[in-house]
């Protein structure tokens, strides 16, 4: 490999860490990201910095938390002036592009990306803005709701389908285009897909995989709504589950569908390292979700929850001086920004007092973490700011209005036993509360996420008043220098497009 590295990111959404435990599970039809596991770091419990589409996104691209972004929820403005990986590689001489989704708020819709191959598939305004003041209001035309469920199964295209298509065939055109060597520059390219997030529709090709597959029951089934901890209850209400009766039929559709479109997904990422590899460019490569999903599991779908199918999340590195293998340390999204510029030579120094992230080099080196994995929630079914610690066997959350809780994952995996009120774990619940309360005010939070809500609602309505001039990003195509123009030297033309030159 070059000294200055290209770098690969392929990001895809809502995919649950829990079936990656060393790469995919055996059991899942994922040819491509197999090959890719077996020369990769792998990272069996990464987990989100925000269990939510922004704020996790925020959190990868910058190494900050969301307190510290100021992205706490989907609607939450990205600042311009905080620094992302894209900033720092382009800052040392990069070509960044982004083919797809990264969910940023506000008018800055690039956020160091030099280009923008598609627009984003959600909106870029203030319009899902959830709000304090107003605890248990459910905003029917954005909030998610179990229609997601009770309408899974098959169809030859969606709306989803038709996005993630489209991010292929311009992320697999552009690494040809890189491999024409017209830019000297390294580069790095972002791939994010918006599958395997619900609604929970496949192919009919990747669907049939799946006929005889034995996992399509939650390993924890579904608990009364009684049984259930004060937040997954406000996940239901804000899932509107009392308008829908689920039934197991539904649940099956549902976790099929969504291992179909992993297939689905996988077939795309083939295509794309098919392209690289045609070409003979060699480039780090990174796999990565931004949250994952319940999936049934406790009868929860979706996100929005520090529970492991909702903030684990598959990671998987290939690049020189990490060794392939499995890292069984806890570690998080905010950590890939410090370990891409370590892995390109590029210093964050001017930023790296206020970075909450860590390099994983010295961990696909061998090394070890000594330091907790720390998570925050200020979005949707939430009615003041969630944090959560993981360490060890052991993973820790907090809210000023809901009971502690305190899982040993090694025990109970799937944290069905809350350890909060044992007696015999007093010890370890203390010595988180000491380290949870030296690293966050969680009433100084709550006050700047109430600012940051009303501020939006405010300026939402304002701007919907009269003209609108929207944020969302429209990619732009110069048509006139694509292709053959009489401008051009047909010869040239036919010469520098081709690659390779003279076989």
């Known amino acids: 490999m070059a000294q200055t590295p290209n770098i690969l990111i392929l990001m ?97 819709q690039l956020h ?12 870029a305004d203030f319009g899902w803005t959830p709000d304090y003041r107003r605890p248990g209001e459910r905003i029917d035309w954005w909030y998610h709701n179990m229609g997601s469920v009770t309408g899974a199964g098959v169809a030859e295209i969606t709306n989803q389908m038709e996005y993630d298509d489209e991010v292929a065939f311009h992320a697999r055109a552009k690494l040809l285009d890189l491999a024409r060597g017209h830019d000297a520059r390294p580069w ?137 293998g499995l890292v069984s340390d806890p570690v998080s999204t905010i950590d890939l920004c410090p370990t891409l510029c370590d892995l390109a030579g590029v210093s964050m120094a001017e930023v790296m007092p206020w970075t909450a992230g860590e390099s994983l080099v010295p961990l696909g080196a061998g090394g070890a973490r000594a330091s907790p994995v720390a998570m925050e929630y200020a979005a949707e079914a939430s009615q003041s700011p969630m944090i959560a610690l993981r360490s060890g066997r052991w993973k820790y959350t907090n809210c000023a209005i809901d009971p502690e809780q305190l899982f040993d994952l090694e025990a109970d995996p799937h944290e069905v036993t809350n350890l909060a009120e044992d007696p015999a774990h007093a010890e370890v619940l203390e010595k988180f509360r000491l380290a949870a309360a030296a690293r966050w005010d969680l009433e100084a939070f709550d006050a700047e996420v109430r600012e940051s809500q009303a501020r939006r609602k405010v300026v939402y309505e304002a701007l919907r008043n009269g003209d609108y001039y929207p944020w969302d990003y429209q990619p732009l195509q110069k048509a006139s220098e694509r292709y053959m123009r009489n401008h051009m030297d047909l010869n040239v033309v036919e010469e520098r497009q081709r690659f390779p030159r003279g076989e």
């Open 112 to 123: 160091g990306f030099e280009e923008r191959l598609t627009t984003d598939i959600y909106p």
């Open 188 to 324: 790095c390219l972002t791939v994010s897909f918006t599958h395997p997030h619900d609604p929970y529709v496949a192919r009919r090709k990747y669907w049939d995989l799946y006929a005889d597959c034995e996992h399509l029951d939650p390993q924890v089934p579904a608990m009364a709504y009684a049984d259930h901890d004060p937040h997954s209850q406000r996940i239901f209400d804000a899932n509107d589950w009392r308008s829908f009766e689920i039934t197991e039929a539904d649940i099956r559709r549902s976790r099929r569908a969504y291992f179909a479109n992993i297939s689905y997904l996988d077939d795309k990422i083939g295509e794309i390292l098919g392209a690289l590899e045609s070409t003979g460019q060699e480039a780090i490569v990174v796999f990565l979700s931004d949250h994952g999903d319940m999936l049934g599991e406790r009868g929860l779908w979706f996100k929005m929850s520090f529970f492991e199918g909702s903030a684990r999340v598959p990671l998987m590195i290939s690049a020189p001086g990490m060794e392939p």
């Open 12 to 108: 895809v959404d809502q995919l649950t860490g829990t079936l990656f435990p060393d790469g995919p599970a055996d059991w899942l039809h994922t040819p491509n990201l197999r090959r890719l596991a077996l020369r990769s770091t792998c990272f069996a419990n990464a987990y989100t910095a925000s269990p939510l589409c922004a704020p996790g996104r925020a959190g990868f691209m910058s190494g900050l938390l969301p307190s510290a972004t100021g992205v706490y929820d989907n609607a939450a403005e990205f600042a311009s002036q905080v620094p992302t990986y894209a900033h720092h590689l382009r800052r040392a001489g990069y070509r960044t592009c982004l083919s797809g989704k990264m969910h940023f708020v506000g008018p800055d």
